[in-house]
């Protein structure tokens, strides 16, 4: 089996399984603001098994490709939604779940302009950057008791692709 997963670009269809390509395609669902915004809505289901919908900002380093992949993490109580604050596209690593273990990752890269929700329980990638600056706001599950599980490859894989 080839451990290296080559990046591709990242749709609104591939990404489904593992959770929501937020973004603003299409015609708004309503203007507002004197019609000066198009507002977008609802475009992703935020999902919490207890607690609340947090706001926090994230600042990453920048990854370099190629990358080796040895770890992915999930959170079963919550879903989890990155918003960049930059217009630089980032990479997005999510595999399916194989038995309560991951399965062979796919990699995404996202275009200037997109966010991602990742699905309650979906196993993902670190957040990762491919460019300064590497801020983000994240939407996620504030509240007790754990809720982050990682899982670290025997062999990890290695991310090739374009950076940009």
Request: glycine share 12%.
């Amino acid at each position: 089996m080839s451990r290296e997963i080559v990046i591709q670009p990242i749709t609104a269809l591939a990404f489904a399984p593992f959770g929501d390509l937020i973004d603003c395609t299409g015609a708004a669902d309503k203007i507002i603001n004197q019609g000066q915004c198009g507002r977008y809505h609802d475009r992703a289901g935020l999902d919490f098994g207890d607690g609340h919908a947090g706001l926090s900002l994230f600042d990453a380093n920048p990854r370099a490709l190629p990358l080796t992949l040895d770890m992915v993490e999930r959170h079963p109580e919550g879903s989890q939604a990155f918003v960049p604050m930059s217009q630089h596209p980032f990479l997005v690593i999510v595999a399916p779940d194989d038995g309560g273990v991951p399965g062979t990752p796919l990699a995404f890269r996202t275009e200037p302009g997109q966010a991602v929700n990742y699905h309650r329980g979906t196993w993902h990638g670190v957040l990762t950057p491919l460019h300064a600056p590497g801020l983000f706001a994240v939407l996620d599950r504030i509240g007790v008791g754990d809720n982050l599980q990682e899982h670290w490859f025997t062999h990890p894989y290695r991310i090739v692709g374009p950076a940009s």
